[in-house]
């Protein structure tokens, strides 16, 4: 009776590439995410290191922004840590960029999901540079959940989770994303709102 597709972003693109969709019904049904759960995981941990942080946490993959995380790093200028949770084929362009003295980028390899939650519930705010147009993120969906202040590309469903300037950062360049995370870093006030 219907297509479903798991954000307005995905529904279109499915109606433009796919023709045979014309007089299909596409409907959007975010992908789920157990909120009650993500933030009882997080209730009462203790920080996962002192002083505040900046947090990416994905495939340290191209089409996952790990390339441009390292210039967003560079360019924002930040004086907080930028701890990283992944693995993947980009990991070693992070550690020359942190010994290179890039950034106080900390790479903590792939961690299990209450973990994750962890960094993310304390984490100052997130940076999402993903470059491919993400259906919908499961991962910005969590950090919302969560109240983490997030920088994003605007790429695919984003804009599904974040409205720009009310529940987040949106952006559409790295140079623009740089921008938005220095405004985080250093607006405790927009961070808190």
Known sequence: DAVVAVSRWMAED??????????TRLE???????IGRVRATVEGTARPIEGPYAVF???????????????VARMARLKIPLV??????ERGLLEQAAAAGVADIRIQGWLER????????????????SGWHEPLSRVLIEASALGVPTAAMDTGGTSDILVHDETGLLSRSVEALAADVARLADDAELRAR
Do not use: E, S, T
Not at 58 to 70: I, M, Q, Y
């Open 84 to 89: 990283v949770i992944g693995d993947g084929p």
């Open 57 to 71: 946490a994905g495939k340290l993959a191209r089409n996952k922004g790990a390339r441009a995380l390292v210039d």
């Open 28 to 34: 959007a049904i975010p992908n789920a995410a157990d």
């Open 114 to 129: 209450d973990a994750v939650f962890r960094w993310l519930h304390h984490a100052a705010f997130m940076v999402f540079p």
């Open 14 to 23: 499915l109606r433009r590439r796919v023709p045979a969709l014309a007089g």
